[in-house]
């Protein structure tokens, strides 16, 4: 399971740490949970974009994660190593989505989580420039909140899980060494 709010740049960290696998030889998949809950509800015809999620009830994301379960299940089975990205909550329409609620950890019992964090003003300037997504207004005093919010709550999920847990700062320009910080905490036990 691998955590952090948007703009600390997880998916470029889990792209690289991907590559690591493939030279490896390592069988590994990455899932996102985001991804997953869009395929849903495109074939449910509730949105065609991954920012539509947002816009529906927290009842139909809360569906729409739980029908993502059996996915995540076979991708345990099948390969050495199966990354779950997602973040632990999503501003969404009412409030917050919590993204990693008890009965989904039990569902798909992670044994390991890595949050990906970075400074404020990283995520700040990453968020900016981001323009393939629909980002809300950024204040760096909630960018700070959220992430705190996030750490804090990793830690206590994952003593529920019975998991280990990982901290991985991703500075400006250095994602690739983020990525081998979490391969040698995964696969090396380092």
Not at 37 to 49: H, K, P, Q, Y
Not at 73 to 82: M, N, R
Not at 96 to 103: E, G, T, V
Not at 119 to 144: C, F, L, N, Q, Y
């Amino acid at each position: 399971m691998v955590t952090g709010i948007p703009g600390v740049g997880k998916t470029t960290v889990l792209d690289n740490f991907m590559r690591i696998c493939q030279e490896k030889r390592i069988k590994a998949t990455m899932l996102s949970i985001g991804t997953l809950m869009l395929d849903e509800a495109v074939s449910r015809g509730l949105t065609g974009d991954r920012d539509g999620l947002r816009g529906l009830t927290l009842t139909q994301q809360w569906d729409l994660r739980e029908a993502s379960v059996r996915r995540i299940s076979s991708a345990k089975k099948e390969f050495d190593i199966a990354l779950l990205d997602t973040h632990f909550m999503v501003r969404s329409r009412g409030g917050y989505l919590i993204a990693l609620p008890r009965k989904f950890l039990e569902s798909i019992s992670p044994d390991f989580f890595a949050v990906i964090e970075a400074t404020v003003d990283d995520i700040v300037h990453r968020r900016r420039k981001d323009t393939t997504r629909s980002r809300d207004a950024i204040d760096p005093s909630e960018v700070r909140l959220e992430q705190d919010l996030t750490r804090q709550a990793i830690f206590v999920l994952a003593s529920v899980c019975n998991a280990n847990v990982i901290r991985v700062v991703n500075r400006r320009n250095q994602a690739a060494l983020a990525a081998r910080k979490l391969y040698e905490f995964f696969l090396e036990g380092a």
